[in-house]
C-alpha cells in the first residue's frame, strides 16, 4: 500500500471530520438558536471558533476507537478507510432525516463492521464494545436528562420573582457562555478521534514511529475539517434539537446546555468518553421535563433513540459493505471505486435535500411535525 | 458484572454533574435575581425590566455567584487541558 492510499484515507478522514462538525453543530446551538441568544449565523461562527480552539486544547492523542475496541494489530488502511466510508454514509442519512445520532458511534460502527468484513469475530473485542460504549450510551441520556431536569427546575424556581423580560435577557447571556463550554468540549472530544485515525494511517504506513503523537499539521486539519463543517451549520439537526424535541425558554435552553458541559466535562475527567450527541439530546429532553408545562415530544424522542440503536449496526454494514467492495476489486483501485460510490451517494443525498432544505433563515420556523419547515428556505445561503 | 458496568464512576458523574451542571445553573439564577433587586426609593412596578436594579447588596451578591461560576468554568477547562495531556 503506497502513498496514495495512505492520502485517500487522510482526505477520507477529514471527509468524515467536516460532517462530525456539521452534525453536532446542533449539539452545542441548537438551544441558542431556539430561544434567540444567539442569532443563527452568529451560533455557527461561534461554535466553529471554539471547536477549533478545543482541538488544539489538549494535544495527546487519545485512545482513539482502536485500542479496546478492535485487535489493532489486524487493523489495515483499507479496514480504516471503508470504516470511515460507512460512517460518513450514516451520518448523511441521519442528517438528511434531521436526527441527531452520535458520530463517534457512526465511526465505532462503520470500522468494527469493516473489521469484522476484513477477519472475522475474533477481530473485535466484543467486551469492550458492550463496556466502552453501549453501557456508556445507554446510561448517558438519562443521567444528562436528570442532571438537566433538576437544573430547570432549581433555575425556574430561583428566578420565578423576576419579570418576564429580565428573566429572559439574563439567561440568554447565560446561555452564550454555556453553549461557548459545549461547543470547546466538542471540539476537544471529537477532533480527536480524527486526529488519532490519521495519526494510526501514518504510522501503518510507516510514515512516523509507532507510539508517535500526532504531528502538528494533523492537528491543524482535523481541527479546520470539524470548524469548517461545524460552520456549515446542519440545519436540519439544529432544527430538530431546537425546536421539535421541546419547546425551549432561556432559562431551559441555559440549563440544558450546562448540564452538556458539565456531564461531558466529567466524564472525560473520570476518563469516560461519552457521546457528545447523546448528553445533549439527553439534557434538552431534560429542560422539557423540568419546567411545568412544557410541551416534550415523544414521537421525536422516540425517532431518536431508535435511530441511536440503529446507528452501529446500520454504520457497521455499510463500513462491511464498503470492505466487501474495495476487497474484491483489490489494492488503491478498490478504494478508489469505494471513494467514487462515496461521492455519488453523498452527492444524490445532498441533491434529495434540496426538496426540503433547512437554512438559518427557517431554521426557527413552527415545528409541524417534520423536520421541513413550512416556510422555504431564503435563496440566498445556507445548507 | 464490575468489569461490564463502572458503577462507581457513573455514580462520581450523577454527583458531580448534578453539582456542576444543575447546581452551578441554580446559583446564576440566585445572581441573577440579586442583580436584579430594586435599588432604595425604587418602587417596582410590572414593568420593571432592567438587569441591573441597583441594590448595593443585590450586586455584591451577584458579583460573588457570577465570580463562582466563572471560576468553575476556569477549572472546567483546566481539567479539559489536563486530561488531554496525560
Known amino acids: ?383 | 458484572m464490575s468489569s461490564w458496568i463502572d458503577l462507581k464512576a457513573v455514580w462520581e458523574i450523577v454527583v458531580v454533574g448534578l453539582l456542576a451542571g444543575a447546581g452551578l445553573p441554580a446559583l446564576f439564577a440566585v445572581g441573577l435575581r440579586a442583580l436584579g433587586r430594586p435599588g432604595p426609593g425604587y418602587v417596582r412596578t410590572s414593568e420593571s425590566n432592567e438587569l441591573v436594579g441597583g441594590n448595593p447588596v443585590g450586586i455584591a451578591v451577584a458579583t460573588v455567584c457570577f465570580a463562582v461560576v466563572l471560576a468553575a468554568i476556569g477549572y472546567g477547562i483546566y481539567i479539559i487541558v489536563a486530561s488531554g495531556h496525560k
Open chain 1, 1 to 383: 500500500m503506497g502513498n496514495v492510499v495512505l492520502a485517500l484515507v487522510i482526505i477520507t478522514a477529514l471527509a468524515f471530520d467536516f460532517t462530525n462538525g456539521f452534525h453536532d453543530t446542533a449539539n452545542a446551538m441548537a438551544t441558542s438558536i431556539a430561544t434567540k441568544a444567539l442569532s443563527p449565523r452568529v451560533a455557527v461562527g461561534l461554535s466553529a471558533v471554539l471547536n477549533l480552539v478545543g482541538a488544539f486544547l489538549s494535544l495527546a492523542v487519545a485512545a482513539t476507537i482502536a485500542s479496546g475496541l478492535v485487535n489493532t494489530g489486524l487493523v489495515t488502511e483499507t479496514v480504516v478507510f471503508a470504516g470511515l466510508v460507512g460512517a460518513i454514509i450514516w451520518n448523511l442519512v441521519t442528517w438528511f432525516f434531521g436526527i441527531p445520532s452520535s458520530s463517534s458511534h457512526a465511526l465505532i460502527g462503520g470500522v468494527i463492521g469493516s473489521m469484522l468484513a476484513a477477519a472475522g469475530s475474533h477481530a473485535v473485542k466484543w467486551q469492550g464494545l458492550v463496556s466502552k460504549v453501549i453501557i456508556p450510551a445507554v446510561l448517558s441520556p438519562f443521567v444528562a436528562a436528570l442532571v438537566a431536569t433538576v437544573g430547570t427546575y432549581l433555575v425556574y424556581r430561583i428566578s420565578r420573582s423576576m419579570s418576564e423580560v429580565s428573566r429572559r435577557d439574563g439567561f440568554r447571556i447565560g446561555q452564550i457562555g454555556s453553549a461557548s463550554m459545549v461547543s470547546l468540549a466538542h471540539g476537544t472530544n471529537d477532533a480527536q478521534k480524527t486526529m488519532g485515525i490519521i495519526t494510526l494511517g501514518l504510522i501503518a504506513n510507516g510514515s512516523l514511529a509507532a507510539g508517535s503523537s500526532a504531528p502538528f499539521w494533523v492537528i491543524l486539519s482535523c481541527g479546520l475539517a470539524i470548524a469548517l463543517g461545524t460552520y456549515m451549520g446542519g440545519w436540519r439537526v439544529i432544527r430538530t434539537l431546537g425546536k421539535g424535541l421541546v419547546e425551549i425558554e432561556p432559562p431551559q435552553g441555559f440549563a440544558a446546555e450546562s448540564s452538556s458541559a458539565a456531564i461531558i466535562l466529567v466524564s472525560t475527567h473520570f476518563g469516560y468518553s461519552l457521546s457528545t450527541t447523546q448528553v445533549a439530546t439527553g439534557s434538552i429532553l431534560g429542560c422539557g421535563l423540568g419546567k411545568k408545562g412544557a410541551t416534550v415530544r415523544w414521537n421525536v424522542a422516540g425517532r431518536m433513540a431508535t435511530a441511536w440503536v440503529l446507528t452501529l449496526p446500520s454504520a457497521g454494514v455499510m463500513g462491511a459493505i464498503s470492505y466487501a467492495i474495495a476487497h474484491a476489486i483489490g489494492g488503491t483501485a478498490g478504494i478508489v471505486v469505494d471513494l467514487v460510490l462515496l461521492i455519488a451517494v453523498s452527492t444524490a443525498i445532498y441533491l434529495r435535500s434540496r426538496a426540503t432544505r433547512v437554512s438559518p433563515a427557517n431554521v426557527n420556523s413552527k415545528w409541524t411535525g417534520s423536520v421541513a419547515p413550512s416556510e422555504p428556505a431564503a435563496a440566498a445561503s445556507g445548507s
